[in-house]
């Protein structure tokens, strides 16, 4: 039976915030806009996605990375917040490697009637969906295919890609004309960061070969941006929110980045990406999706699948052996000359 009042939740990143927005759409499709459960590194993103009607901010004890203590305190926040939106089914978006029971049990409390996620655990009766999943799809269709099990389909003419709302904001005083290069050092973790010695180098070769290069990053990030732009490239670190960010990569021929959030944000405004991506993860799972892609990185290296945060191999190999050359060639595969 399909419901009305849905909340969506995934308590993780951005990039796997954008990547539950088909699901996303399906959903609101037939039941109208969802409420949409989001921890703090996902909010910015979930605010973004078509269909979002409200954004419901928590930070999950059993999935942040540097997680609050599961108080009686912080557990009343949740269940205040779910009393309140009053939805009549929810589903609870995961990655393989987590559990959607915690969620599911304080879901139950609070009287929610119907509950789907994707689970292999045994959820007794926590859930009225026990969705489960063959083969290795990529991360949006592997949540796309719990919508359509709970009966929720994508609208006529939706593709099933990545998508934010639209209008977005006019950088143009902040970049210019498009049809830029954007490169995006930084990652969530170290592990899947490309050395910012070649970085720069990339910025430099591009450069040289007439691209207008823009760096982007977080204020956090600005003393990487600032190495790896050097001379050659427009830093803004720092000068742009997501929504700011989206419309910067939406005016780029191609996007330089590795495996992290704006990697997703730039296939949701349907830019070719240059993934420089550590298979720490499967790329399989995890590379941008739905756009023109070449995929840099050696995915047979030693770190692969330990979803390690921190490279676990002396020389970061896996990326610090893709020469810059390469990033200049698959740059001008997938944009052109400039």
């Excluded at 393989?96 to 609070?110: D, I, M, Y």
Aim: one cysteine or more.
């Amino acid at each position: 039976m399909v419901r009305s009042r849905v909340l969506v939740a995934r308590l993780d990143n951005a990039g796997d915030v954008l990547l539950s927005g088909p699901l996303v759409r399906a959903v609101a499709a037939t039941a109208g806009p969802v409420t949409f459960l989001a921890g703090p590194h996902g909010r910015a993103a979930a605010e973004l996605l078509p269909g979002v009607g409200e954004v419901i901010e928590w930070c999950a004890p059993w999935i942040d990375p540097e997680p609050p203590a599961a108080s009686p305190a912080h557990l009343a926040e949740l269940r205040a917040h779910i009393r309140a939106a009053q939805p009549d089914a929810a589903l609870v978006v995961t990655s393989f490697h987590q559990s959607p029971l915690p969620l599911a049990l304080v879901l139950r409390e609070c009287g929610v009637p119907w509950i789907g996620a994707i689970c292999e655990d045994y959820p007794g009766s926590l859930l009225d969906l026990r969705h489960r999943i063959d083969g290795d799809p990529p991360e949006p269709e592997r949540a796309l295919s719990l919508a359509r099990a709970a009966g929720y389909e994508l609208p006529p003419g939706d593709d099933g890609r990545l998508a934010v709302r639209r209008p977005l904001p006019d950088v143009s005083d902040l970049v210019g004309e498009p049809g830029y290069v954007v490169v995006h050092p930084a990652a969530s973790v170290p592990a899947r960061q490309y050395p910012a010695e070649q970085n720069a180098e990339v910025v430099r070769l591009l450069a040289e070969s007439g691209y207008r290069v823009v760096v982007t990053g977080a204020p956090s990030e600005r003393d990487l941006t600032a190495q790896v732009a050097g001379a050659h490239g427009l830093d803004l670190a720092g000068r742009t929110d997501l929504h700011g960010l989206a419309a910067v990569l939406a005016g780029a021929r191609v996007a330089v980045v590795p495996n992290t959030g704006p990697a997703h944000l730039a296939a949701a405004v349907g830019t070719p990406v240059v993934s420089l991506f550590a298979p720490v993860v499967p790329a399989a799972r995890w590379a941008p999706y739905g756009v023109p892609l070449v995929l840099l990185g050696d995915q047979d290296a030693p770190c692969r699948d330990t979803r390690a945060r921190v490279c676990p191999v002396a020389g970061h190999p896996c990326l610090g052996r893709v020469p810059p050359e390469d990033v200049l060639m698959a740059v001008e595969k997938l944009g052109g000359a400039a």
